[in-house]
């Protein structure tokens, strides 16, 4: 490989790198958030940046427009994605030494409650009948917001007489080498075949325009819908998925398996989705003699 110099080159090599190892998804997610970095520092030698040039930087680029710091998650995100840059450079020699040595990152925060029935009745009541079918479905499935905006109708397939979506492109494909694999059960089946219609093609689920969902437009519709109903900022899409491994768990008391209907490589990640039933935990409690 010929010797890169400026940041300009240096992302659009790795970028590369990401576009043939990894998913669209998170080729999407670093072109994202390197994009400020190559805005800073586009034109600049890389290895002539300073430590102190990439303090200040992050220290920028964590506050939003209105002065307030942004959702640790993001500023974990933008971290991650200059520490992956760098640590490429230095595994294509590149890179002689670091710029940056790893990075304190923030916490990303910890979903502590699900929605409540009240809280989801008006969420669907003010919905429309494809954002209702979608957001069903995500509860239902487990699925990631992204899994079931991508999924079209050619992912359904019969598997050894099961019912499923398999996805090859996924978050988790690189660790575990493999498809996920999203079983349909009966409502979840009801709730696509209420999708599809008479459609042999294009996306499981199709957006009020008769579109393509995207994970953005989703969270963007969700977020619009909590707002109008003045709901707590803490409802976030994503809990559909912290629901369903609660109920997940507390049916079948097995984390393995909850893992699994995740598409998780860890259950250490899996831990963090399951919530306690505090009424089970004072039963449980109360068994003991």
């Known amino acids: 490989m ?170 988790t494909a690189a660790k575990t080498g493999e498809a996920r694999k999203i079983p349909v059960g009966a409502k979840l089946g009801t709730l696509i075949a209420a999708s599809i219609g008479e459609r042999t093609s294009g996306p499981l689920f199709l957006s009020p325009r008769g579109k393509a969902w995207t994970a953005e437009s989703l969270s963007k519709t969700f977020r619009r819908l909590r707002d109008r109903n003045r709901l707590a900022k803490d409802l976030v899409l994503y809990l559909t998925r912290h629901e369903h491994a609660t109920q997940v768990y507390a049916n079948t008391k097995d984390i393995h398996a909850t893992a699994r209907a995740l598409g998780h490589s860890s259950i250490q990640t899996t831990q963090r989705y399951v919530k306690d039933n505090v009424e089970e935990l004072t039963t449980n409690q109360d068994c003991v003699e």
């Open 2 to 171: 010929a010797k890169l110099k400026t940041v300009r080159e240096f992302v659009s090599k790795y970028l590369s790198h990401v576009k043939a190892s990894k998913n669209a998804s998170t080729l999407k997610t670093y072109t994202k958030n390197l994009k400020p970095f190559l805005q800073q520092f586009g034109d600049r030698d890389f290895t002539d940046i300073e430590l102190f040039e990439i303090e200040e930087y992050f220290d920028q680029v964590k506050l939003k427009s209105d002065g307030t710091e942004k959702a640790p998650d993001t500023i974990r995100l933008l971290m991650t994605a200059f520490e992956n840059l760098q640590r490429w450079g230095l595994d294509h020699n590149q890179l002689r030494e670091r710029i940056a040595p790893p990075m304190k990152k923030p916490k990303g925060r910890r979903r502590e409650r699900l929605p409540n029935e009240e809280e989801r009745d008006l969420l669907l009541s003010a919905a429309s009948p494809a954002f209702r079918l979608i957001y069903k479905a995500l509860r239902q499935s487990g699925c990631r917001p992204n899994e079931l905006a991508r999924a079209t109708i050619a992912d359904l397939q019969t598997v050894d007489g099961a019912r499923l979506i398999v996805l090859t492109e996924h978050k």
